[in-house]
């Protein structure tokens, strides 16, 4: 028998180790249940982070914690998903392809960053959706320093108010002056389509943000989007042209693409539709977990969000379900009633807010201890010793804040 995850971010990390586990609690040896996990490099992206200076520093090993839960790691990417043949096809970093058969699949693929087709974003934006992207953005800021300081050298435009557009923005003047000097003066403006920042974080955080980009000088365009980049700058939807070198595009994300290559509903976003125990109805045989899926957290009507705190947990169930159907033993319905945000706000501290009203409960200095200890520690992969790795993979323990 063989479970095959397609994924090693945060949901197809703990789907193995959870998978591991229930193999584990069920007595059977790897030999009898394989558990196999495919992914370009055995290593986590702690993407959450990638809005931070040294983004190359930004990952975690998982070969050892793999081999600690005999999973079995196989280097490629997922190509071609057959359903009815039950086969995943693998295009190798030398070229080739080969092909693996399942009992169980969990689709882990995750989500990328939704690019539309704005005149010149392809050849003049960056962004942190990736490890590469954010290197390269690195890189890009880094060589600013040897051009003079004109035409827009200093400004950088962050196209997106939500999450990771605030924090790529409030990050920004500190990373700048660490690479032009301490008397340097960047200027960071946020271009948001909605009347209002953040639109999604409600009406008791945003005041909270909204002076936090005040109190850094971050400069905000509301009810405007992005018409077109050049080598000069960007040109809004109202007709404002910026001068700037630098764009970032954080507007928006969507399920990898090969969610398409299952044959169910998906939402608008691309996830694959699946019920409470992340199957996808229909498709025997086949679960999907993370930003490839939408879920149901509770019974009131709230569904998980393309992020690490839900994907997490969402794992940890795909991966023990896959492991009890194949076994023949009960699943557990997943269920994530706590819900939290925690919003870096660069030199202006964080913030932190629970439940679905995103209800303040933290701001300023100890929000953003809560968030260097979320980000260095919560979100990384637990040891690579078997009892640990298997115990930090209990479903109902994953991300219960």
Known sequence: MRIVIIGAGFAGMYAALSAARQREIQGVSPDQLEIALIAPAPVLVVRPRLYEAKPETLTAPLFDVFEAIDVTYVQGSAETVDTEARMVQIATAKGTRKTLSYDRLVVATGSRLFRPDIPGLAEHGFSV?????AVALDRHLHG????????????????????????????????????????????????ERNNVIA???????????VEALRKLGVETRLG????????????LSNGEHIETGTVIWAAGIRAAPLTTQIPAGRDN?????????????????????????????????????????????????AGNNAAADLLGVPTRPYHQKAYV???????????????WEREVEMVGA??????????TVWIYPPKAERAVALAAADPERVTDL
């Open 341 to 355: 945000t925690c919003l870096d706000l660069g030199e202006a501290g964080a913030l932190f807010t629970r439940g």
């Open 224 to 235: 405007a989007g992005v018409a077109s980049l050049d080598e000069s700058g960007v040109t």
């Open 129 to 133: 959706d990736t490890l590469d992207d």
């Open 199 to 209: 639109p999604d974080m409600g009406e008791g955080a945003r005041p909270i943000i």
């Open 144 to 191: 600013l320093a040897k051009r003079p300081a004109a035409n827009g050298r200093d400004t950088v435009v962050v196209a997106g108010g939500g999450f990771t557009g605030i924090e790529a923005a409030t990050e920004m003047p500190a990373r700048l002056r660490d690479i032009f000097g301490k008397e340097a003066r960047p200027r960071i403006v946020i271009v």
């Open 366 to 375: 100890t929000a953003k201890k809560t968030k260097q200890e979320i980000n």
């Open 269 to 317: 976003f691309g996830r694959l539709l699946v019920d409470r125990d992340l199957r996808v109805p229909g498709v025997a045989g086949v679960f999907a977990t993370g930003d490839a899926a939408r879920a149901a957290c509770d019974d009131d009507g709230n569904h998980a969000l393309m992020s690490c705190q839900h994907a997490t947990r969402m794992g940890a169930f």
